[in-house]
C-alpha cells in the first residue's frame, strides 16, 4: 500500500507520507509536528493518531517508544457545543 | 563558540529579526529558545493581524506588517501554504462612546493608508450577515485584515533564516548573560558559552526577566489570555468579528475552526498559562450572544498564553541606555505575531546603524522614564 493512501491522522486528513516528510525536514517531537500537520488538533484531540505518530517518531529516530513524549492533554475531554456550556453557566 | 548576534526567543519575532540580520548579510547569527518552536505565545495566539488601531505607531507598524504578509510565501520561497487570508476584521461598537472614538480611529488609520470603513449596523450585517445587531451602534471593516498560521509562518521564516545561515538551537534556555562595565561579554546557556557583543531581547512572556540578566529594567509585566478552538465547519464567516466593549474576538479560520477569545479583567501578573472553566462560561456567553449560530459548535480545544503589555500598550522598539549592545522587541501587548514583518526590519536597521525605515522614536524605551504617557493604546481584547 502506497505511504498516501495510509492515513495516520482521520480527523485532519495527514497521511503517512506526510509524517515522513515532515520527519525528514528535522520535526521530530510531537508538539512540533502536529503544530505543522495538525494531527492532534481535530475533533478526537490525538486520541487516535498520536500512538501512531509515537511509534513513527520512535522508529524514526530509533529510540524506544517510552522515549518519545506525547503532546500535551489540553481540555476539553470531549467537544461539547458552546450553546451546551452557556446553558450550564447560566444555570450555575 | 563565538557570534556577532545572540537572539534570545525564536518565536514570530525572534525568527524575523534572524532573517532580516541574515538577509542584509550579518553572519554569525545564532537564536536560543527555551522552548520547542512556537511554544510560546506565537503558537498560543488568536491567529488574526489587523490595522484598525488607535495610536498612529500601531497603525503604521500594522500596515506595513500586512504589507509584507502580502508576498510572504513568495519572498520567503515557503513550500508550505501559510492559511493567508484577507477578509478583513469587523470592529464593532457596543456603547456611545465606543462609537465616537472609533470615528476618530477611522480617520487616523485612513491618513496612513489603511482602507478602513465606518458601517451602520444594517450595512455591518451584510458583511456577517448571522450578527445579533441588537446592542450593535455601528462597526467599522476593514478588508485588508485578515489571518495567517502562526506556526507556519514562523516555520516560514526560519526555513529562510536557515538557509541563509543562521544557527537555532531550541529546547535550549539561556541562564546567564555576562556583562562588563554595561557591556555585553558572553550568553551563557545550558550547553553552550557564547562569546558575542550584541544581544537581541525578543523573549516574549519573559521579556523582562531576559532584561534583568543584563540589569535592563523593561517595564512590562505578562497576563494570561484565554482563547479556544471548535470543531471546523462550513464557511460561514469570513471576517473577524471583534468588540472591544464586549470583549471578544473571534474568527473562522481557513481549515474551518473558529478560534475565540476574551480578556480576564482580573487577571494577575505572572506567567500563568493555564485553563479555566470560568472562561469557557464567559466566552459561551459573549459569542452566542453576538454571533447566535455559534452556539452549535462543538469546543475541541481550550488554552491560555502570554501578552506582554507595556505600560502604554504599544511594543518596545529600541536599543537602551542602561546597556551598550543590548536591543530588544517586547511588550507587543498581544500582538507581536501580527508586528512580527516590520519588527524584524526594524531591529535589522538600529542593530546594524542604519537609518530606520519609519521615525521610531515613540517606540524606544527612553520614552517611559517620562511618567505622564503621551498615547495610549485602547483597541485592545
Known amino acids: 500500500m502506497s505511504k498516501k493512501d495510509i492515513m495516520i491522522c482521520r ?8 509524517l515522513h516528510n515532515v520527519l525528514n525536514e528535522g520535526f521530530t ?17 490525538g486520541n487516535t493518531c498520536n500512538l501512531l505518530v509515537q511509534r513513527e517518531v520512535a522508529k524514526f529516530l530509533n529510540i524506544p517508544l517510552s522515549e518519545v513524549k506525547t503532546q500535551k492533554v489540553r481540555p476539553l475531554i470531549t467537544g ?13 | 563558540m563565538k557570534a556577532n548576534i545572540v537572539i534570545i526567543g525564536g518565536g514570530i519575532s525572534g525568527v524575523s529579526i534572524a532573517y532580516n540580520l541574515a538577509k542584509k548579510g550579518m553572519k554569525d547569527i545564532v537564536v536560543f529558545d527555551d522552548n520547542y518552536m512556537t511554544g510560546g505565545a506565537t503558537g498560543r495566539c488568536g491567529a488574526g493581524i489587523r490595522q484598525q488601531w488607535g495610536t498612529l505607531m500601531n497603525c503604521k507598524l500594522a500596515k506595513m506588517s500586512i504589507d509584507f504578509f502580502e508576498t510572504a510565501q513568495e519572498t ?9 487570508k484577507q477578509e478583513g476584521y469587523l470592529v464593532v461598537a457596543t456603547t456611545k462612546k465606543e462609537d465616537e472614538i472609533s470615528e476618530k480611529n477611522v480617520a487616523l488609520q485612513n491618513s496612513v493608508g489603511i482602507p478602513t470603513q465606518k458601517l451602520t449596523p444594517k450595512e455591518a450585517l451584510t458583511i456577517v450577515p448571522h ?63 557564547v562569546f558575542t557583543s550584541k544581544v537581541v531581547n525578543v523573549a516574549g512572556g519573559y521579556s523582562r526577566e531576559v532584561g534583568l540578566m543584563a540589569g535592563v529594567d523593561i517595564p512590562v509585566f505578562s497576563e494570561n489570555h484565554e482563547i479556544l478552538v471548535t470543531e471546523p465547519t462550513e464557511k460561514i464567516q469570513g471576517p473577524m468579528v471583534i468588540s472591544f466593549s464586549k470583549n471578544i474576538y473571534c474568527q473562522q479560520v481557513p481549515h474551518g475552526s473558529f478560534i475565540m477569545g476574551r480578556s480576564d479583567l482580573q487577571a494577575l501578573h505572572n506567567h500563568d498559562i493555564g485553563h479555566t472553566h ?17 452556539g452549535d459548535l462543538r469546543v475541541v480545544r481550550q488554552w491560555g498564553g502570554s501578552y506582554n503589555i507595556t505600560p502604554d500598550r504599544q ?44 521615525d521610531i522614536t515613540k517606540l524606544h524605551i527612553d520614552r517611559f522614564k517620562n511618567k505622564n504617557l503621551q498615547s495610549y493604546e485602547t483597541n485592545v481584547v
Request: net charge negative; proline share 4%.
Open chain 2, 315 to 358: 511594543p518596545i522598539i529600541s536599543d537602551t541606555d542602561q546597556c551598550s549592545g543590548y536591543y530588544m522587541g517586547v511588550g507587543f501587548s498581544g500582538h507581536g505575531f501580527m508586528f512580527a514583518p516590520i519588527t524584524g526590519i526594524l531591529l535589522s536597521e538600529i542593530i546594524l546603524e542604519e537609518k530606520p525605515t519609519i
Open chain 2, 76 to 84: 520567503l520561497e515557503y513550500h508550505r501554504d501559510v492559511e493567508f
Open chain 1, 11 to 18: 480527523c485532519e486528513d495527514v497521511s503517512l507520507e506526510d
Open chain 1, 29 to 45: 517531537s510531537i508538539e512540533e509536528i502536529k503544530r505543522i500537520l495538525r494531527v492532534g488538533m481535530g475533533a478526537c484531540q
Open chain 2, 278 to 294: 470560568q472562561f469557557l462560561d464567559e466566552m459561551a456567553k459573549t459569542a452566542v450572544n453576538l454571533l447566535p449560530p455559534l
Open chain 1, 80 to 92: 461539547v457545543k458552546l450553546k451546551s456550556i452557556l446553558e450550564n453557566a447560566n444555570e450555575s
Open chain 2, 131 to 193: 450578527l445579533n445587531i441588537d446592542e450593535v451602534v455601528s462597526a467599522t471593516f476593514c478588508p485588508t485584515d485578515g489571518h495567517l498560521n502562526p506556526f507556519l509562518m514562523t516555520d516560514a521564516y526560519y526555513q529562510a533564516a536557515k538557509k541563509l545561515g543562521v544557527t537555532f538551537f531550541y529546547e535550549e534556555k539561556v541562564i546567564e548573560i555576562v556583562t562588563k562595565d554595561k557591556q555585553i561579554k558572553k550568553v551563557i546557556t545550558e550547553h553552550h558559552e
